[in-house]
Every structure is written in structure tokens, then in C-alpha cells.
């Protein structure tokens, strides 16, 4: 792992170098598309400012990459994991957003891509790769998530505060996106039923075990005592044997065979 992450670094700065120090969008893509599937993200949301900048970039990022997994499934154009609930649009002209940023002081600026020859090369890029026809806007339409407009030029608070609170009004009440109760009494229910069958497999199959181990221990005895009545059976084969008496031939007959021997 350590190797690897190694790897993946070298190539970023290689590409961070080749790049006009910038990220290529390949990698930027996968980054966000790792945190955004991270459990923090899938449990508790998310929110994305001023990313994807254009309709090629979202449709990257939220479309979907995985292999259909059934031919009778219709397919998603979208991963449903992160495509956006809710999408925000701040309107606003050019002339208001440069007004805007002029005005900003110079301690919020410094460092920043707000100054005023960065801001207005930010604004063209975005202009131009945002068209009347293709806007990242587009791409949320058509995916039946319609983006929420809200005009800016309106607010007349120092700090925005209309329009954030039009952005929490639309946005609702904070949310968590894991189970819900009826949820996790379901997951507790299956995860006892599920512990229950285990414990009871167990049992069966210490049953098992100690059945078998009867067996066994009750061979070994039968064996046992077999090989013992054996042993004393050949013992007392073998005493009985000792206890016989010697057999002596008559006098008469051992004479008889002597005196025929001497003819």
C-alpha cells in the first residue's frame, strides 16, 4: 500500500509539473469521486462549491461507471451514490461580480485567486466553457435534477445573509443519510437471527464432536477388552498345557522290542 500510494504521488507531481502546475482532470476527478464515496460523505452529505466548473466535468464525475450487472436492469446515466439532490445556482452578471470583487479588501485578497487580472481570467474561462447550450447547469436538468437559481444581485446585506438563508431554506433541515430507526431495528433483527443460527450450528456440531469422542472412547474399550480376554485365554491355554501328565510305555512292550532286537 505504502508502495503504491507512493507511485500515485510521483505521478501527480510529474503531472502538476507538466501541467502549468495544475492537477490533471483525471486525477481531480478521482480524488473527489473517492471523498465524495467515502462514509463521512455517504452518511452525512456533502456540499460542492464552485466544482464541477462545466457539463464535460460533471458528467465525469457523476456519470456511471460500473458494468451493468443485469440485462434486464435499466441502466443508470448517473451513479445514485453521489449525483447531488440538490443543486444551488448563484446568478449574477459580470459587472456585479467584478464590482464585487474590487471592492473586497486587500487583507481577504492577498493569496488568493480574487485578484482583479486572476478573477477576470477565471470569469472568461468560465463564460466560455459554460455556453447557453451546454452548461454544467445542463447536466443536472437533464438528469431530473433541477438546479435552484438564485440571484445574488438582490441582496442588499453587507454579508449576504439573504441569500444564505435562501440556501438553507431550500436545503432543509440537516440530515443524516445512514439507517434510519425502522432501519437498524431491521439490521438488529437480522443480525440476531443471524447469531442465533450460528450459536445453534455450533451446538450441533460440538453434539457432533462429543458423539463421535463416545464412540471412539467405547471402540478403544471394546478393543481393549478383547485384546485382555484374548491374553488370558492364551494363559490359561498355556497353564493347562504345564499341568499335563507324562505318558510312560508298559514294561512288557519296551522288553519285547528289545528282545526282537537281538534276533
Known amino acids: 500500500a505504502a508502495q503504491q500510494a507512493q507511485e500515485t504521488l510521483d505521478l ?4 502538476k509539473q507538466e501541467n502549468n502546475d495544475r492537477y490533471e482532470d483525471q486525477y481531480i476527478i478521482q480524488f473527489f469521486t473517492e471523498k465524495l ?14 466544482f464541477p466548473k462545466n457539463y464535460n466535468r460533471a458528467k465525469e464525475l457523476f456519470g456511471n461507471k460500473e458494468e451493468d450487472e443485469e440485462d434486464d436492469v435499466p441502466r443508470l446515466e ?40 486572476l478573477f477576470l481570467k477565471r470569469l472568461a474561462e468560465f463564460r466560455a466553457n459554460n455556453t447557453d447550450d451546454q452548461t454544467v447547469l445542463n447536466y443536472f436538468d437533464e438528469l431530473e435534477v433541477h438546479p435552484e437559481s438564485i440571484d445574488i444581485t438582490t441582496d ?6 439573504q441569500v444564505v438563508e435562501k440556501i438553507v431554506k431550500t436545503v432543509g433541515r440537516a ?25 445453534a ?12 469422542e463416545r464412540k471412539e472412547t467405547r471402540r478403544r474399550k471394546d478393543e ?31 522288553d519285547a522290542h528289545t528282545k526282537s532286537g537281538t534276533y
Not at 175 to 199: S, V
Open 12 to 15: 501527480l507531481n510529474e503531472s
Open 37 to 50: 464515496m467515502s462514509m463521512p460523505c455517504q452518511n452525512q452529505g456533502f456540499v460542492l462549491d464552485g
Open 78 to 117: 448517473y451513479n445514485a451514490k453521489i449525483m447531488p439532490e440538490i443543486v444551488i445556482s448563484l446568478e449574477a452578471d459580470d459587472e456585479f461580480l467584478k464590482k464585487r470583487v474590487m471592492n473586497l479588501p486587500e487583507s481577504v485578497v492577498a493569496g488568493t485567486h480574487n485578484t482583479e487580472d
Open 156 to 161: 442588499t446585506s453587507s454579508n449576504m445573509s
Open 175 to 199: 440530515r443524516n443519510y445512514g439507517p434510519t430507526e425502522e432501519e437498524k431495528l431491521e439490521m438488529e433483527r437480522i443480525k440476531m437471527e443471524k447469531k442465533m443460527k450460528q450459536e
Open 201 to 212: 450450528i455450533g451446538k450441533l456440531e460440538q453434539q457432533r464432536k462429543e458423539d463421535e
Open 224 to 254: 481393549w477388552a478383547a485384546r485382555v480376554k484374548e491374553v488370558k485365554e492364551q494363559e490359561r491355554g498355556s497353564a493347562a498345557s504345564s499341568k499335563l501328565p507324562t505318558q510312560e510305555l508298559p514294561y512288557e512292550t519296551c
